[in-house]
């Protein structure tokens, strides 16, 4: 009887100490849609997910490798009271994982003066942070001799974590190992990034990581113009009005689903995207409207400036424009090709490969509308006012700038700061550093950074220019 008795004690005991790491919630989701896009899962735990306490304690214990303290260094927004950064998402998959979601390049910082508080505004493109660099951190780390569990099991436990035996056995001989190989394997998979330029704020190479995580490129045989591919996050509001339109910044693609799975695939995989949360998303930016200026207008000289634009731009970058939504050919648009020679044939016939397997509420999955384009897509303006800096490589500071020849354009220029130029459109782009906050330096000489091309409107007037400019906060 006392044996019986001891028996069932312990076997009580295991199961206490195993159900937190056999347990599973799933993926996580918020009822309030704007909170669910900064902080839900897309599913990316599954699929590459960082065990939770060693994703926070590695800012801890590789604060060298860092340009200043935790993961805002790097431009990730931080709000109070919460635990994540915007973009990163946590669910429980056996023991607690962190990934990224979609608001890590579609949420953004504002602010009107130095001294104000910073707006967050989601689904604009994500200004302030610098994905290259986070890359980079990882990758680095990934080969520090100090990644191991002797290092990291005291700092875990240093930051709060309260593990029981299983748990601190689970991440010591299983999750730290497991999570460097993960890694290791990553820092592989980008390599490429050594011989590119370096992304800074807002912008990311869109396809070179796809082929070689998706479909596993050998590196040594991209060729040198398909690693000049670095472009701006896009904006992702008021989607109804854009299906059919040809998507990303070529053109490649005029299906909103599958332009939305595939940017998906830079943090999941086929078998382990969340369906039902990409398309939660997508129904609530189908008929969101463009932030609105909000900040003081000349109503007289925007009124001045309308006719400008209605005629001479709408017809490329107005809703109803004959020419939105299209491609027009690289020869003509003048602007850096590097974005349009990235994606190459073979990379559209391996997406093709894609979801084979995969149905959504009954629907075929794989993707069918991806083309090789000749040039860059025509995009409407609405809420232009928050897309700096401007052209797909983001190589032009403000709307005032993009008026004037590219010779005349700013040669080099700071970014990641969020002090809104209210005359220019833009932000301030001349700010070196804040604090103990340092600001990317960007070089248009640099390959795949040129801001040449686009010369519509160049030859306007300064007082047509600033006219323009004034009408197209309205937008």
């Excluded at 660099?133 to 436990?157: C, G, H, T, V, W």
């Excluded at 897509?377 to 609405?382: E, F, G, H, K, V």
């Excluded at 005359?423 to 795949?448: H, I, M, R």
Aim: a negative charge; glycine letters at 8%.
């Amino acid at each position: 009887m006392f044996v019986g008795g001891v028996v069932v004690v312990a076997a009580l005991i295991v199961f206490i100490l195993v159900l937190p790491i056999i347990s599973n919630n799933g993926s996580v989701r918020y009822a309030d849609i704007n909170e669910h896009f900064k902080y839900g899962s897309i599913g990316g735990e599954k699929a590459n997910g960082i065990p939770y306490w060693i994703w926070k304690v590695l800012p801890v214990v590789f604060a060298d490798k860092l340009p200043g303290e935790g993961y805002t260094s790097l431009g990730f927004i931080q709000e109070p009271g919460q635990d994540l950064p915007i973009g990163f998402s946590k669910s429980k998959i056996g023991f607690e994982r962190v990934a990224q979601n979609c608001a890590t390049c579609h949420a953004g910082s504002l602010r009107e003066t130095p001294d104000s508080q910073p707006q967050i505004i989601t689904t604009m493109p994500s200004n302030t942070v610098n994905l290259g660099a986070y890359i980079q951190f990882l990758s680095d780390i990934a080969i520090d001799e100090r990644f191991n569990a002797r290092e990291l099991m005291p700092q875990i436990e240093a930051i709060g974590a309260k593990l029981n035996p299983l748990e601190k056995l689970v991440y010591r001989f299983f999750a730290i190992p497991q999570t460097r190989d993960a890694l290791l394997l990553q820092r592989s998979k980008f390599a490429f990034m050594d011989d590119q330029s370096e992304y800074g704020p807002g912008r990311v190479d869109t396809f070179t990581g796809y082929k070689t995580r998706q479909f596993n490129f050998p590196i040594e045989k991209l060729s040198k113009d398909e690693l000049n591919g670095i472009a701006d996050f896009p904006i992702i509001w008021q989607q109804r009005p854009r299906q059919g339109m040809q998507l990303h910044w070529d053109g490649n693609n005029d299906s909103i689903d599958e332009r939305n799975n595939s940017a998906a695939l830079a943090l999941v995989t086929p078998t382990t995207i969340d369906f039902d949360a990409i398309h939660r998303v997508k129904d609530w930016l189908l008929d969101l409207p463009a932030p609105r200026y909000p900040y003081s207008i000349d109503e007289e000289l925007a009124a001045v400036g309308k006719p400008i634009f209605e005629n001479t731009c709408a017809s490329c970058h107005a809703f109803g424009g004959s020419g939105v939504g299209k491609v027009v050919p690289i020869e003509e648009i003048g602007t850096d090709p590097g974005r349009l020679d990235s994606y190459t044939y073979e990379t559209l016939s391996n997406q093709n490969t894609l979801f084979t397997d995969v149905s959504y509420r009954g629907v075929d999955r794989r993707f069918q509308h991806f083309r090789k384009t000749n040039g860059y897509a025509n995009m409407p303006l609405d809420g232009v006012w928050l897309r700096a800096p401007y052209l797909h490589n983001g190589s032009v500071p403000t709307l005032r700038d993009l008026l004037e020849a590219p010779e005349k354009r700013p040669k080099v220029f700071y970014r990641g700061y969020d002090v809104f130029d209210q005359k220019n459109v833009g932000f301030v782009s001349n700010v070196a550093s804040e604090g103990n906050k340092q600001y990317f330096k960007f070089d248009t000489t640099l390959p795949g950074n040129s801001n040449s091309g686009h010369l519509y409107g160049t030859d306007f007037s300064s007082e047509d220019k600033e006219a323009l400019v004034e009408y197209m906060k309205k937008l």
